[in-house]
């Protein structure tokens, strides 16, 4: 009788270790879920921050004055970003070029004092960072 005891005291412990590991399992589980959530909002923060530099210039019949601080901030930004650099498609609506490099001598130097310009978000980067913008002489 004490060793069906014994026993039955033995499987009983070794029933609620493999309960409590199995609690402790889940729970890891959980966090981990938890974790995945919260450095995804914290990527998609940061692209709307980084985006939102550049949304505020989009638009209709934008002022050469303001393309080129649109056109500054693009290489500050992509000085400092080697990758998910911004890419300006800049020209006519007719004929236009992709530049990523030189954007001051490709640009800035061929936009025209009182005229406008139309500025779109042309492309996102998979992780939602604007990739190209376009501007076209209006």
Do not use: P
């Amino acid at each position: 009788m004490e060793n069906a005891t014994k026993a039955l005291l033995i499987s009983a412990s070794v029933l609620i270790a493999i309960i409590i590991i199995a609690i402790g399992i889940r729970l890891v589980g959980i966090g981990k879920g938890s974790v995945d959530q919260v450095d995804d909002l914290s990527n998609n923060l940061t692209s709307a921050m980084v985006n939102s530099q550049f949304e505020s210039f989009e638009g209709k019949h934008i002022e050469s004055v303001k393309v080129k601080q649109l056109v500054r901030r693009i290489i500050t930004y992509n000085e400092k970003n080697s990758s998910n650099k911004i890419t300006v498609i800049f020209g006519t609506s007719s004929n236009s070029t992709s530049y990523q490099t030189d954007l001051e001598g490709n640009v800035i130097d061929n936009l025209e004092d009182n005229k406008t310009y139309k500025v779109s978000i042309n492309d996102f980067y998979g992780n939602g960072l604007i990739s190209s913008m376009k501007i076209i002489k209006e």
